[in-house]
C-alpha cells in the first residue's frame, strides 16, 4: 500500500494561510535539484508551487510546523479536558485505580518527525478529532498502569493511541458533514485509515515496530469481527488488543455517554476480553450514579414500533451467507440477551410498564443495534462482489427501515468519523 498525500498536503495548505510553516531542510526535486534552502518561510503560494514538483522526500518531512504538537501541547490538552468532561474523568478513574496520575506518561512523550506535524494540522483544522486521540491516551495510559506494563510499553501504548486516527486526515471522506449520507466508497476510505496511520508510523524510527502494528489492529477484535484484517486474538498484539479496547470504549463513551457506555460494554464479551469487560462494568457502575442520567426520550409505543421494525432487518437473508450472516448473529444475540426478542418480557408494554431505567436501557440498546446495523449494511455493500437477488432485496430494503427506525427513535445521523470509530 503506497500512502496518497494529496488530501493531507490541501489540509496542510490550509493551515499554512494562518499558521507559520518553514522548511526544516533543504526541499529539493527529485532530480536532486534544490527548489527551498531550509529555513525558508512557507505559504499557500511556495506550497502550492513546490508541489507542481516531484519531491524528493514527502514534503511533511521537510517542513515544520511552528505550533506542532508537543509535550506542553499535550499536558495542556489533558488538563483542559479533565476539566471539562466528568465522564472521561470517571473513566480514567476507573481503569487506572485512585493511584493513577494521568499526566505521568503523557510528560515523557514528544511526537517524533512528522508525527508532530500531523497532529498539528488535525488540531487546528479538526480539534474533535485530536482530543480523541489525547482522550484515548488518557484511557490507555491508565489502563497500562492499572495492568502494570513496564515502562517503555506503557509510552508505546499511550503514543500508539494518541496518533491511532492519524490516517483519516488522508481522507477525502473525513471532510463530509454529518448531514450528508455516507455512501460505500466513503466507508471504504474509512476502512482503511488503520491501515494508512500504520504505514506513516512505518516510516518513522521510533514508532515502526509494536507503536504501527497497535494503530494497525485498533479496530480489530478478539472474535475475529473487526477491520482492517479481521484478525482474531491469538493473531494480535498485546498492545493492539489493549488500544482496541480503549478506543472503544472512548468513541462510545464520547458517542453515547457514560450510562450508555455501561450499557452497551455488557454486550462486548466476544470482541474483548472479558476480565477487561468486567473491571469497566465494576469501576464504572459506582461512579455513572455521580453524573447525570439521561431520561428516555420515547414513549414505550414507539419504541417498541422501533424495535418491531428493526427485527425485520435483523433476519439474514440467506443463512448461507458468510458475510452477512454472522453480523447480523451478533445484534441478534445482543437483543435477545437484553430481553428484546419478539414476545420477550422486555418487548411486552404491559410487563414493562413505566419503569424508566428498564426503557432508558432498551433504547440505549436499540440505538446501538441501529448503530451496528447501519455499519454492516455499509460493509456489505463494500465487500460483496456478485451479490445473489436475496442479498439485493435485503441491502434495498434494509436501507429504507434503518431508515425509518432512524426517524422513529429521532436519531441524528452519525458522522462518518463516529461510524468509523464506533
Sequence with gaps: ????????????????????????????????????????????????????????????????????????????????????????????????????????????????GVLGNKLAVARHLNPALFEHGVATLLAADALASARALEPRDQERLALAALCHDIGILHLEAASLAPSQPLHPEHWSQFYA?????????????????????????????????????????????RLGILLAFTEFIVSTSQRLGAHELLTIAKTQDAGFDRALIGQLIEGMRERVEWLPAPAPRLETERLLSALDTLWEVVEPPDAGDRLLSPGLAEIRLMLVRAGLAPGAMGSDPELLGDDQQIRLEQEQLLREALFRLRRLRLETLRRAGERSSRLEDWIRRSGELLTAVRQALQEQQPSATALANG
Excluded at 510553516?21 to 525558508?40: E, F, H
Excluded at 501541547?73 to 480514567?92: G, K, N, V
Design 1 to 112: 500500500m503506497t500512502l496518497d498525500e494529496s488530501v493531507y498536503i490541501r489540509r496542510l495548505t490550509t493551515l499554512g494561510d494562518t499558521q507559520p510553516i518553514a522548511a526544516s531542510a533543504d526541499i529539493r526535486a527529485a532530480n536532486g535539484s534544490k527548489l527551498l534552502a531550509r529555513g525558508a518561510r512557507i505559504d499557500r503560494s511556495v506550497l502550492e508551487r513546490l508541489l507542481r514538483h516531484k519531491l524528493l522526500e514527502p514534503i511533511d518531512r521537510t517542513t515544520r510546523l511552528a505550533e506542532r504538537v508537543d509535550r506542553t501541547t499535550l499536558l495542556e490538552t489533558i488538563a483542559r479536558l479533565l476539566d471539562r468532561d466528568p465522564t472521561l474523568a470517571a473513566l480514567i478513574a476507573c481503569l487506572g485505580g485512585p493511584h493513577h496520575d494521568p499526566r505521568r506518561t503523557a510528560a515523557r512523550i514528544d511526537p517524533p
Design 193 to 237: 485509515h488503520p491501515r494508512i496511520g500504520a504505514l506513516i508510523l512505518e516510516g518513522e524510527p521510533q514508532t515502526r515496530g509494536r507503536i504501527a502494528r497497535a494503530v494497525l489492529e485498533h479496530h480489530e477484535r478478539l472474535d475475529g469481527s473487526g477491520y482492517p484484517h479481521g484478525r482474531r486474538g491469538k493473531d494480535l498484539s
